[in-house]
Nanobody, 121 residues
């Protein structure tokens, strides 16, 4: 079992910045993928950014150039630095940790409780 604790959400004005953190604990040795997803009211959950155990990163087109995902292996923590925030970035942000086998198959899959990010225009 893997436990994920997110922090860093809040209210910010458009153009501002926030940094989200996700601390992982438990049986993390098999985790090879960590990502941030978000879900706005009335919309499906979408992948925002992801990082693999080899530090390969991937971003949604809507956040490229504004968001940066990184990891601190010593702290078992993944970060999402969000700059130039827009009102459309408002959502609940969820941390995800998984043991990915293929693009559609995950051996394990864990979620954090979510943290609210609200961007006022």
């Amino acid at each position: 079992q893997v436990h994920l604790v997110e922090s860093g959400g809040g209210l910010v004005q458009a153009g501002g910045s926030l940094r989200l953190s996700c601390a992982a604990s438990g049986n993390i040795f098999s985790i090879n993928f960590m990502g941030w997803y978000r879900q706005a009211p009335g919309k499906q959950r979408e992948l925002v950014a992801a990082i693999t155990d080899r530090s390969s990163t991937n971003y949604a087109d809507s956040v490229k150039g504004r968001f940066t995902i990184s990891r601190d292996n010593a702290k078992n923590t993944v970060y999402l630095q969000m700059n130039s925030l827009k009102s459309e970035d408002t959502a609940v942000y969820y941390c995800n940790a998984a043991s990915v086998v293929t693009a559609t198959v995950r051996r394990t899959n864990y979620w954090g409780q979510g943290t609210q990010v609200t961007v006022s225009s």
